[in-house]
Each structure stands twice: as structure tokens, then as C-alpha cells.
């Protein structure tokens, strides 16, 4: 995947829509994004196996939207970071889904609220973010929370449970 990611970063750079300068920040964007779709299929066909269709669509999008203003943990191998993310997926699908209702759904949102409050976004060593995008990625962090919020509890008045639990797990996840 190196040569892969070489023959993008240089030929950007030829073409001037990046600078030498931006080259390796590039790069780990891209990386992490190639990495983030090939990952996700089979995240999700896990998901789904220990849950159904619906509950893994619905914790993986609030996962990804949170979790895209948010920052967070980044592991410094694409193995590291691959066992950590399983780990946390089959912890939480295995041990907490079984468990969830109503009620311990909205005790784990109230706890994400906290968390995503008092310590997002998270500035990783490899981010190297301005006080300017911190506050912006604090602000939009917040907003998306708010969007979340607001869906799981329109989904616990209707009832919907696919919505109520996915969200819970995966704004959960994305808090950690």
C-alpha cells in the first residue's frame, strides 16, 4: 500500500494540488481514509452478525458522525488500531447489546453527553490542531452530539430500538 500511497502523494504534488510541504499530512489523511472504507466492511458484517442489519447501520452511522468531529484515540499501527477497534466492537455488541433497553440506552447517552462535553475533541500528537480548529472541531463536535441526541429520543418516543440501541453503542464508541 506504500507504493500505492507514493505514486498518489507524488503525482499530486507534480500536478501542484498539494505542496511538498503538505505531503506527509496528505498522506496520513489519505491513509486513514483508504484505511477507514476497507476497514468498515467487515466492522460492519460483524456488527450485523451480532446484532442485525438495522442496529449495525444505525451504530455506525452515529459512530462515523460523531466521531469525525471528535478526534480521538489513534493507534500508531493500522494492526494496533485494527485490534483495539475489534476489541471495543465485539465488547460492546457482545457484552452491552444483550443488555440494553430503555433504560441503560439513555444512561449511556447521558454519559457520552458528559464526555463529548467536557473532554472532545481530542488533540492526537498527529493532528497538531490550532486553537482556531479546536474550537471548531469543539463547536461541530457539540452540534453533531446535539443531531444525535435529538434522533435517539424521537427514536425512543416511536419506539424504535434498532435506532435507540445502535446510537447508544455507537456514540459510545466514538466517545472512548
Known sequence: MGKIMNAIVNS????????????EWFRYGLEK????????????AIAAALSNFWVASSFFFSFYFLR????????????ACTVASLSLEFLFFCIVYPLLNCFASGMIM???????????????????????ELLACK????TRLCLLVLIF????????????????????????
Not at 454519559?111 to 486553537?131: E, G, K, Q, R
Not at 463547536?139 to 457539540?142: A, I, T
Open 153 to 176: 429520543f424521537l427514536a425512543l418516543i416511536h419506539n424504535w430500538d434498532w435506532i435507540v440501541k445502535g446510537f447508544a453503542l455507537g456514540c459510545a464508541m466514538a466517545s472512548l
Open 33 to 44: 481514509r483508504l484505511l477507514s472504507i476497507i476497514m468498515s466492511i467487515p466492522f460492519f
Open 68 to 79: 469525525y468531529r471528535m478526534s480521538g484515540y489513534h493507534a500508531k499501527s493500522v494492526l
Open 139 to 142: 463547536k461541530s463536535s457539540r
Open 110 to 132: 447521558i454519559i457520552v453527553i458528559l464526555l463529548v462535553v467536557s473532554l472532545a475533541p481530542y488533540n492526537h500528537p498527529n493532528m497538531n490542531f490550532t486553537d482556531e
Open 12 to 23: 499530486c504534488i507534480q500536478r501542484k494540488i498539494i505542496t511538498e510541504d503538505d505531503a
